[in-house]
């Protein structure tokens, strides 16, 4: 099981940016995803990368704001976040999966989080107005 631990996350204005980190032990798996929650609300998964970052996929909510990304050499995934807005208000958690993870992210729906086995503890991002 891939052990994962998330940093980077903070305080920021309206447009602001932050940068995630998720770091993977002992590797990143096969596709590795960023999720949030916010209080009340069921988690999201917000993008996915493939192994070796050729493909990524985001939900329509961070399309064109946010960047997932990732470090082999440090086996570490990001999440690149712009222009943020406070309904990212959230705790955003790293998750890792097998390829299905990522071929089934568009289909899954609400199962999506499942098909992820490996999930970190979470870094809160919360955006003010």
């Known amino acids: 099981q891939v052990q994962l631990v998330e940093s980077g996350g903070g305080s920021v204005q309206a447009g602001g940016s932050l940068r995630l980190s998720c770091v993977a032990s002992?590797?990143?798996?096969?596709?590795m995803g960023w999720f949030r929650q916010a209080p009340g609300k069921q988690r999201e998964g917000v993008a996915a990368?493939?192994?070796?970052?050729?493909?990524?996929i985001y939900a329509d909510s961070v399309k064109g704001r946010f960047t997932i990304s990732q470090d082999n050499g440090k086996n570490t995934v990001y999440l690149q976040m712009n222009n943020l807005k406070p309904e990212d208000t959230a705790m955003y958690y790293c998750?890792?999966?097998?390829?299905?993870?990522?071929?089934?992210?568009?289909?899954?729906?609400?199962?999506?989080?499942?098909?992820?086995?490996?999930w970190g503890q979470g870094t809160q991002v919360t955006v003010s107005s």
């Open positions: 990368i493939y192994a070796g970052g050729a493909r990524t």
């Open positions: 002992p590797v990143i798996d096969s596709c």
């Open positions: 998750a890792a999966g097998t390829l299905w993870a990522c071929n089934t992210w568009s289909s899954s729906g609400p199962d999506r989080e499942t098909r992820f086995g490996s």
